[in-house]
């Protein structure tokens, strides 16, 4: 087999974006859009030349809340906290007042001001969530509409909160038998409970975000969700690249080099993509595995590979700085998640935006974000991931299918940006709150901005309780610091 030479590039950096420096999977990298990808009938579409992004209405004065389990800065971020602070940041750019709840990890400021929004740090990973309640019900008068994230257990917000006031709850993907993966079986229990009963419940006349049409599938048939629910996608960041100068070539990367990228979690299953140098050592000698990424299971991983006697090809990198992380990246042929549970897959996209495809499970949330056949390849029931990225290499050693396969990756990836996110989420709020602009605008949409997907699963409608406009006090002035 013959691998062509991977074309790397370089990321122009964003400006003023802040270093996710807990989630290395979660930072998207930048990609220019192929000419000519999509179609007529394709709703996700890229806009053509010269038509200005659509941002969404004007917020001005409106005051929200977004609560989320951790913000990005911290050690075991991810692509939720990577989705709760980017459109936290375009709701503050169109002119809402912002405050951002979460834990806080020991080094981190109580108070802070980030781009514009204000983050509150209060309690730990489990008494965050009191924590958070006694504040918003404290300060239940200072908010028009509360973003509820819930990553697997609820802030239950709308307890707390005045029924004039606002509450869309945002869920990723639905834990389910996650829980079992860290707690014991009674807690576990809890955890479902509260996941499914106790939320249902109590979010039952909430408009709902997701992330992917499987998670929204889940939610309905695991937890009973009877709230309306609305799909609004992860972003990226496309932008100009520039070429690398200083590219490693085959013999520092392996031919072929697979990559995988993300947390170092035990629900990731990463063990499972290092297990592909022993499974695939004779079919491919020069292979070599890259695993990007840092957590609790980065230990057990080494000692894994010390093991196995895997440790001339596998490359345990860690946390990589965002342009070295996008070197390996866009130097890999072929990008693997073993994960079992996604609400959509950032990294398949971060990936795809240099032209890497993916091997994944077919799971929800993974089986939307790869295009089987066409951006990568599912391991469906039945299937040896090794035996999937065996036919991935096989087909992608063949120079025309490889940059087929690289082409679609890029248009697929350029669909999904975080300001046709922002732009859905701003119309959102402005529809819970009686504001104009709420209506989806005709004619070309932004990368990324497809259209609103119908939600007929429901016989539960919304029932509006008023938008609420409680006295304006921006009692949210946190300490500025430097970003």
Known sequence: MVFQKVHRTRQEAEPALPAVTGAPAAAVPAQVPPAGTGTPADPGAPTAPGVPADLGPRLDGVRLVMVNWRDPWQSAAGGAEEYSWRISRHLAERGAIVTFLTSREPHQARVETRDGVVIRRMGG???????????????????QLAFDCMNGVPFLCRLVLRRSTRVVSVVHHVHDLQFNAYFP????????????????????????????????RAMREKLGWRAPIEIIHNGGLPGPQKPL???????????????????????????????????????????????????????????????DGT??????????????????????????????????????IEAARLGVPTV?????????????????????????????????????????????VRRACRAWASRFTWEASGARMTRLVARELGLPGAAEPDGPRTPGASAPAPDTTTSDPLTPDGPGAPAARNTAAGRKTKT
Request: net charge negative.
């Open 360 to 404: 994944a499970y077919d799971v929800d949330g993974l089986r939307d974000s790869v295009r089987d056949g066409e951006t990568g390849w599912l391991v469906r029931e039945g299937e040896e991931l090794a035996d999937v990225v065996a036919r991935a290499l096989e087909e992608l050693s063949d120079p025309l299918r490889a940059e087929a």
């Open 245 to 307: 100068d200083d590219a490693p070539g085959p013999a520092d990367m392996g031919c072929p080099a697979v990559v995988s990228l993300g947390r170092l979690v035990v629900q990731k299953r990463v063990s499972r993509v290092v297990d592909l140098a022993r499974a695939l050592r004779e079919e491919h000698p020069g292979l070599k595995v890259h695993i990007i990424g840092r957590g609790p299971e980065g230990e057990p991983l080494a000692d894994q590979v010390a093991r």
């Open 311 to 348: 440790g001339d090809r596998v490359r345990l990198h860690g946390f990589l700085p965002e342009e070295e992380k996008n070197s390996v990246l866009a130097s890999c042929h072929l990008h693997v998640t073993a994960s079992e549970f996604e609400g959509w897959g950032l990294t398949v």
């Open 185 to 216: 079986a009674p807690v576990a229990w809890l955890g479902r409970r509260l996941e499914s009963t106790v939320a249902s419940r109590v979010y039952r006349r909430c408009t709902t975000v997701t992330v992917s049409e499987s998670s929204r």
């Open 125 to 143: 990973r489990f008494t965050v969530y009191p924590r958070v309640m006694a504040w918003l019900a404290l300060w239940r008068r200072e908010y």
